[in-house]
């Protein structure tokens, strides 16, 4: 079955410092990926929709400019969250929509998520 | 607003039990309902897909159906074992390939020996 990575699982830095994040397709092409924002008990909130080769999409109330998203290729996007801060601790998940029919199509796969913690 | 309201929120259940998660959602039109298990400190994991014209879908212990008239889905799941304990979650997505997404709070099951 479709497999997404995401990497690293956890991290741990330093207020002010920035942290990049990676979302991977594993067997399949990606034209879209999603990345979504986790705070304990409540569902996944989307953050931003990425297009291959074209400029991310945010949801209302994120900031662009904090969490820049690059979309390079068809089985990879980063999301880099810069300058964090403590309240940036959360639990970051990808998922990746494909082009092929089936259900590639229908953004099935979820990467394992990113626990960020900001000290 | 697109909604999709789940339920119960939270669920206790015995091992060997059976039990019934429902999902009501207000998306229309919308191209499919997914059910997601999601494990703590884990990304959600598909359970089930299903279109418009699908009514069930099963996956192992697994039993998803959908009434697309009344805008219901339940997620079934048969002689629970201790590793269901986990958040399910509901997602209905609009139709078209820049249909969004809409997720439900998810309920969370407890299964205790």
């Known amino acids: 079955g479709a497999v997404v990575s995401q990497h690293p699982s956890w991290v741990i830095c330093k207020s002010g410092t920035s942290v990049k994040i990676e979302c991977r397709s594993l067997?399949?092409?990606?034209?879209?990926m999603f990345w979504y924002r986790q705070f304990p008990k409540q569902s996944l909130m989307l953050m931003a929709t990425s297009n291959e080769g074209s400029k991310a999409t945010y949801e209302q109330g994120v900031e662009k400019d904090k969490f820049l998203i690059n979309h390079a290729s068809l089985t990879l996007s980063t999301l880099t969250v810069t300058s964090a801060h403590p309240e940036d601790s959360s639990f970051y998940i990808c998922?990746?929509?494909?082009?092929?029919?089936?259900?590639?199509?229908?953004?099935?796969?979820f990467g394992q998520g990113t626990r960020l913690t900001v000290v | 607003k697109n909604q999709v309201e789940q339920s119960p929120q939270s669920l206790i259940i015995l091992e060997g039990k059976n039990c019934t998660l429902q999902c009501n959602y207000t998306v229309s039109p919308f191209s499919n309902l997914r059910w997601y298990k999601q494990d703590t400190g884990r990304g959600p994991v598909s359970l089930t897909i299903?279109?418009?014209?699908?009514n069930t879908k099963s996956n192992g212990r697994y039993t998803a159906t959908l009434d697309a008239d009344t805008k219901q889905s339940s997620l079934h799941i048969t002689a629970s074992q201790l590793s269901d304990s986990a958040s399910y979650i509901c997602?209905?997505?609009?139709?078209?390939?820049?249909?969004?997404?809409?997720f439900g709070d998810g309920t969370t099951l407890t299964v205790k020996p």
């Open positions: 998922s990746a929509r494909g082009q092929s029919g089936g259900e590639m199509d229908t953004e099935a796969f």
């Open positions: 299903m279109t418009f014209s699908e």
């Open positions: 997602v209905v997505r609009g139709v078209g390939r820049a249909g969004k997404s809409t």
């Open positions: 067997d399949f092409q990606a034209t879209t």
